[in-house]
């Protein structure tokens, strides 16, 4: 599923919600740890900016320390940050006219990728040690995608969970569940499905080289757990806590088997 498309009207979207907002607005607490609304602007604008300077134009830029999980991680907080930080600088105005025109470079810029060419950077969310444009582009819709539903969820504005954003971001979240799942043991041919209702399963299936992701409800799974739509992305996107999500959810069948959802991330985190 190449989301190559969507880029154009999701930064729109995102515009246009930032022009609505009041002046207060921008310094509500959101669901990104310490950022506000302003502060979230700010990522995605230095995230556009990066994306740009590093995947298009070939800018060397620092790395982190080793490939290493834990020290990507590491590195990315830190760039984040400093990114945010520096946003401080600027005005609500000046971010929201900076975004739209980021937007249209970003957009112009994964439209004109090869889907099938080797990416630059590794989707390690999702357990990849190389990755092809069209998972790293997915991966940057859903960076930004989830970070407008914070925004949208601090204003109190609608989400965006029409099929037409919420398919795609649920086909490649559900990827990192891959990695969750890297320590558990299971016989082969064990399976935990992931359902959301009105959208879709997935099912997590243990294979002779470990597990794997796949469309669809397993015939007989194991366990599964059952979400709606505003849970799952939740879930995915480290917005709720452990209590709060198993207060959410409903699971079935061996209830161990269904742990690792709860931990897995489409995030580095």
């Known amino acids: 599923m190449y989301t190559s498309e969507l880029f154009a009207p999701l930064s729109a979207a ?5 022009r609505e907002l009041r002046a207060d607005d921008w310094s509500r607490p959101t669901l990104a740890g310490a950022w506000t609304v302003k502060d979230v602007a700010a990522h995605l604008l230095d995230g556009d900016l990066r994306r740009l300077a590093l995947v298009r134009d070939g800018h060397a830029a620092a790395r982190p320390a080793s490939p290493a999980f834990d020290d990507v991680v590491a590195f990315v907080n830190e760039t984040n940050a400093a990114g945010v930080s520096w946003g401080g600088r600027l005005s609500p105005r000046l971010l929201t006219d900076l975004l739209e025109r980021s937007g249209e470079w970003v957009a112009r810029h994964v439209q004109a990728l090869r889907p099938d060419a080797e990416a630059v950077l590794p989707v390690a969310w999702a357990g990849e040690a ?7 582009t997915g991966r940057e819709y859903t960076e930004r995608w989830h970070h407008q539903m914070q925004i949208r969820d601090a204003v109190r504005a609608p989400g965006l969970l029409q099929p037409r954003w919420l398919l795609p971001l649920l086909e490649l979240s559900v990827r990192a569940f891959r990695r969750a799942y890297r320590d558990v043991a299971a016989p082969a041919g064990t399976s935990v499905a992931f359902e959301v209702e009105d959208a879709g399963a997935w099912s997590v299936v243990r294979e002779a080289e470990g597990f794997v992701v796949l469309r669809g409800r397993a015939p007989r799974p194991a366990a599964s757990l059952m979400v709606d739509a505003d849970t799952a992305w939740r879930l995915l996107y480290n917005a709720l806590t452990p209590q709060a999500a198993r207060e959410r959810v409903r699971v079935s069948g061996e209830a161990s088997l269904v742990e690792p ?9």
């Open 14 to 18: 995102l515009v246009t919600l930032l």
């Open 130 to 136: 190389s990755s092809t444009n069209w998972m790293d």
């Open 261 to 269: 959802l709860f931990t897995a991330r489409a995030v580095m985190v």
